[in-house]
Nanobody, 121 residues
Framework: QVHLVESGGGLVQAGGSLRLSCTASGSIFSANTMGWYRQAPGNQRDLVATETSGGVTKYADSVKGRFAISRDNAENTVYLQMNSLKPEDTAVYYC???????????????WGQGTQVTVSS
């Protein structure tokens, strides 16, 4: 099917930066929306940022001006540049992709396994 492989998480001090990347592989015909969600302990999984294949982006209010999403459509890869990180950004970050397989006529949601981002104060 589709595999989403994330990288770039880790431990950083408040005010620092991290860059996450995620590549989707498999029999992909088209990747529509790709992006990132996050989940802190005891919380629900929330949107961080998404980008459509046409370049339309959406951000959570809490990250606007600090995070930037970008994509390489040819490589089915999505990035998240995170600057001015705060302790409240600490969470598991999940890659998301809305993908149509070559053998299918419809799109489906896919998730990565998650990467931990920890911001120390």
């Amino acid at each position: 099917q589709v595999h989403l492989v994330e990288s770039g998480g880790g431990l950083v001090q408040a005010g620092g930066s991290l860059r996450l990347s995620c590549t989707a592989s498999g029999s992909i015909f088209s990747a529509n929306t790709m992006g990132w969600y996050r989940q802190a302990p005891g919380n629900q999984r929330d949107l961080v940022a998404t980008e459509t294949s046409g370049g339309v982006t959406k951000y959570a209010d809490s990250v606007k001006g600090r995070f930037a999403i970008s994509r390489d459509n040819a490589e089915n890869t999505v990035y998240l540049q995170m600057n001015s990180l705060k302790p409240e950004d600490t969470a598991v970050y999940y890659c998301y992709a809305y993908v149509r397989l070559g053998s299918s006529s419809y799109y489906s949601n896919y998730w990565g396994q998650g990467t931990q981002v920890t911001v120390s104060s």
